[in-house]
């Protein structure tokens, strides 16, 4: 299962992302494409994530739901022979499979900007309590 993120909202893109870290792909690579926003002639298979109805992701949503609305698509587009079931992700019975090494770099990446953001927040109280 190959898919592309591409959202409006920074916050859902990541958490996508985190969700599907192991499913990430190029557009041109990509089986299907997941938005935040509706977007006309596509020659992808694409899904809309939204609050409203015509959504076909409803938020909020759960990993776990994410990953059997995305299987249940991927059978239905004939692609299902791809997609790793539920179960598989999250458990490793097998002794001989093991879990794939996490890829830290986002990870870093929104450590990195959430201390930063930390930081200016803090440097904005402490100039905020000394001009007073």
């Known amino acids: 299962m190959k898919i592309y993120i ?3 909202s920074a916050l859902l ?20 494409v ?3 926003f509706q977007k ?8 809309f994530i939204a609050s409203n ?15 059997q609305f995305l299987e249940k698509k ?9 997609v790793k079931t539920l ?3 999250e458990t490793f019975t097998d002794e001989n499979i093991e879990p794939k090494t996490p890829n830290f770099d986002l990870l870093e990446k929104r450590i990195e900007l959430l ?3 930390y930081q200016k927040n803090i440097l904005n109280v402490v100039k905020a309590f000394y001009e007073k």
């Open 13 to 32: 893109q990541r958490s996508l992302e985190m969700f599907l870290s192991d499913y990430l792909s190029t557009y041109k690579q990509s089986d299907i």
């Open 74 to 82: 991927y059978s239905e587009l004939g692609l299902s022979d791809t």
């Open 6 to 8: 591409q959202c409006k």
């Open 40 to 47: 006309k002639d596509e020659t992808k298979p694409h899904f």
């Open 87 to 89: 179960e598989e992700l």
């Open 53 to 67: 109805e015509d959504a076909d992701i409803q938020k909020p949503f759960t990993r776990s739901y994410l990953l």
């Open 34 to 36: 997941l938005r935040d």
């Open 115 to 117: 201390t930063l953001e």
